[in-house]
T-cell receptor, first 114, second 115 residues
Framework: DQQVKQNSPSLSVQEGRISILNCDYT??????FLWYKKYPAEGPTFLIS?????DKNEDGRFTVFLNKSAKHLSLHIVPSQPGDSAVYFC?????????????FGTGTSLTVIP | GAVVSQHPSRVICKSGTSVKIECRSLDFQATTMFWYRQFPKQSLMLMATSNEGSKATYEQGVEKDKFLINHASLTLSTLTVTSAHPEDSSFYIC???????????FGNGTRLTVT
């Protein structure tokens, strides 16, 4: 049962425009969400996170929005750059304590066109 | 769908002993597997990348002699924590992909407690 879903396997955006990557979850007990970025032949690296007590977290060009009522989160990249081309995974867990299981989406491949 | 099986899910060991964690891709051949560690109150941190038949590539700060990774087949990678100490107690998770741009699948993780 896929508790975290990324329904768009791929996305193409022009350089300088906004990239919006979406993620939906089914478990209302999730209270911490993360985004990871992965380049080919490399492991995912942590990008940005958000706690369920917030609805927005911003870090430079990256902003994550959380809509708890819709069980939806999104990652906004503004402005998009060619170096942002990668696969982005969202993840969720219940409580940021060691040992709690991470649930990952299947990823969205972003291509930023120069 | 594709499944990655990680075993054991929990292990408790005494200080000084070694612990082996297995990561198996059940219905696909994983050319690359990744190992992560979760520190308390933090997100997952990539430890190393392993490609079948070659030596693992470790991230900066990860001791390769302490965390031995073997990726001997296209369906199995193992992480051995050698001479474990209480500070090695953590949550370890693996992921696997068939090809460079194919979907990445995650195991359920292993909670290691060293007493």
């Amino acid at each position: 049962d896929q508790q975290v879903k990324q329904n768009s396997p791929s996305l193409s955006v022009q350089e300088g425009r906004i990239s919006i990557l979406n993620c939906d979850y089914t478990n209302s007990m999730f209270d911490y969400f993360l985004w990871y970025k992965k380049y080919p032949a490399e492991g995912p690296t942590f990008l940005i996170s958000i706690s369920s007590i917030k609805d927005k977290n911003e870090d430079g060009r990256f902003t994550v929005f959380l809509n708890k009522s819709a069980k939806h989160l999104s990652l906004h990249i503004v402005p998009s750059q060619p170096g942002d081309s990668a696969v982005y995974f969202c993840a969720a867990l219940q409580g940021l304590d060691t040992g709690n299981q991470f649930y990952f989406g299947t990823g969205t491949s972003l291509t930023v066109i120069p | 769908g594709a499944v990655v099986s990680q075993h054991p899910s929990r292990v408790i060991c005494k200080s000084g002993t070694s612990v082996k964690i297995e990561c198996r891709s059940l219905d696909f051949q994983a050319t690359t597997m990744f190992w992560y560690r979760q520190f308390p109150k933090q997100s997952l941190m990539l430890m190393a990348t392993s490609n079948e038949g070659s030596k693992a590539t470790y991230e900066q700060g990860v001791e390769k002699d302490k965390f031995l990774i073997n990726h001997a087949s296209l369906t199995l990678s193992t992480l051995t924590v050698t001479s474990a100490h209480p500070e090695d107690s953590s949550f370890y998770i693996c992921s696997a992909e068939a090809l460079a741009n194919s979907p990445l699948h995650f195991g359920n993780g292993t909670r290691l407690t060293v007493t």
